[in-house]
Protein backbone atom coordinates (compact mmCIF):
# COMPACT_ATOMS: atom_id res chain seq x y z
CA UNK A 1 0.00 0.00 0.00
CA UNK A 2 1.47 3.75 -0.48
CA UNK A 3 1.83 6.25 1.42
CA UNK A 4 -0.64 8.66 1.02
CA UNK A 5 0.17 12.39 1.17
CA UNK A 6 -0.92 15.18 3.59
CA UNK A 7 -3.14 15.96 1.07
CA UNK A 8 -4.84 12.89 0.59
CA UNK A 9 -4.92 12.84 4.28
CA UNK A 10 -6.84 15.97 5.01
CA UNK A 11 -9.09 14.78 1.98
CA UNK A 12 -9.88 11.56 3.64
CA UNK A 13 -11.26 13.75 6.51
CA UNK A 14 -13.06 16.49 4.44
CA UNK A 15 -14.74 14.15 2.04
CA UNK A 16 -16.82 12.16 4.97
CA UNK A 17 -16.81 8.92 3.82
CA UNK A 18 -15.73 7.30 6.96
CA UNK A 19 -17.23 8.25 10.63
CA UNK A 20 -13.26 7.61 12.40
CA UNK A 21 -10.15 8.55 10.67
CA UNK A 22 -6.65 7.83 11.45
CA UNK A 23 -4.45 10.18 14.23
CA UNK A 24 -1.88 10.75 10.73
CA UNK A 25 -4.91 11.94 8.82
CA UNK A 26 -6.31 14.36 12.18
CA UNK A 27 -2.61 15.81 12.55
CA UNK A 28 -2.52 16.23 8.93
CA UNK A 29 -5.63 18.13 9.19
CA UNK A 30 -4.60 19.77 12.09
CA UNK A 31 -0.83 20.60 10.85
CA UNK A 32 0.67 19.18 14.34
CA UNK A 33 2.24 16.18 14.89
CA UNK A 34 0.58 12.32 14.59
CA UNK A 35 1.87 12.08 18.79
CA UNK A 36 -0.07 15.49 19.54
CA UNK A 37 -3.12 14.18 18.39
CA UNK A 38 -2.54 10.55 20.13
CA UNK A 39 -2.22 12.56 23.27
CA UNK A 40 -5.44 14.43 22.74
CA UNK A 41 -7.10 11.31 22.69
CA UNK A 42 -5.47 9.83 25.69
CA UNK A 43 -6.45 13.41 27.75
CA UNK A 44 -10.17 13.06 26.29
CA UNK A 45 -9.71 16.07 24.52
CA UNK A 46 -10.47 14.29 21.15
CA UNK A 47 -13.52 11.81 20.44
CA UNK A 48 -12.02 8.57 19.85
CA UNK A 49 -11.71 5.17 20.38
CA UNK A 50 -8.96 2.17 21.03
CA UNK A 51 -9.19 -0.46 18.39
CA UNK A 52 -6.95 -3.49 19.48
CA UNK A 53 -4.24 -0.71 20.02
CA UNK A 54 -4.61 1.65 17.48
CA UNK A 55 -6.10 5.46 18.37
CA UNK A 56 -9.35 6.12 15.53
CA UNK A 57 -10.23 9.30 16.16
CA UNK A 58 -14.38 10.44 15.42
CA UNK A 59 -14.20 12.43 11.92
CA UNK A 60 -17.33 14.99 13.30
CA UNK A 61 -15.48 15.80 16.90
CA UNK A 62 -12.49 16.53 14.73
CA UNK A 63 -14.05 18.93 12.85
CA UNK A 64 -15.85 20.37 15.62
CA UNK A 65 -12.76 20.37 17.38
CA UNK A 66 -10.83 22.82 14.65
CA UNK A 67 -13.89 24.97 13.72
CA UNK A 68 -14.88 23.49 10.56
CA UNK A 69 -18.45 23.40 8.81
CA UNK A 70 -18.90 19.79 6.77
Do not use: Y
Amino acid sequence: MATKTNEQLIADVMGGETALVTPKAAAAFLGCHERTVTRMCEQGKLKAVKVMSMWRVNRRALLDFAGVEA
